[in-house]
């Protein structure tokens, strides 16, 4: 079964430990998979390049697949081909961009404390 299904932004942190064989790209999809009969886990971690952000989606295979991979499109930008409805499902449908990755400006929004003195 698939326990879970998220995405890492690699840009400000590159190094990371990868087989020899497989180049370090940007973004990296990560699954959880547990076999109950086996009483085993296995983390798959695919590399997603930066300028054609997209893989297949689980969501043939695990259907509980279908929430995870919306929220990593949303937040991540990484497009799931094959998914039957890659729409956002945390951010509304018109915002700009995606919140978690690392070159998203976070932006400003002032704070104000109640009875608190003001700026001296």
Do not use: C
């Not at 180049?23 to 390049?49: D, G, I």
Request: charged share 25%; hydrophobic share 40%.
């Amino acid at each position: 079964m698939l326990t879970d299904l998220t995405a890492v932004d690699y840009l400000t942190h590159p190094g990371r430990a990868l087989q020899p064989e497989i180049p370090p790209e940007r973004f990296e999809v990560v699954a959880n998979l547990l076999s109950l009969s086996r009483s085993s886990r296995v983390r798959v971690r695919v590399q997603v390049p930066e300028l054609d952000p997209v893989v297949d989606t689980l969501w043939d295979i695990y259907p509980g697949a279908e929430a995870m991979e919306r929220e990593v499109y949303d937040m991540f930008g990484i497009v799931f081909t094959g998914h039957p409805d890659l729409t956002r499902i945390l951010m509304p449908e018109d915002w700009e961009g995606h919140p978690l990755r690392k070159d998203y400006s976070v932006g400003r929004v002032p704070v104000q404390f109640k009875e608190a003195p003001g700026p001296r």
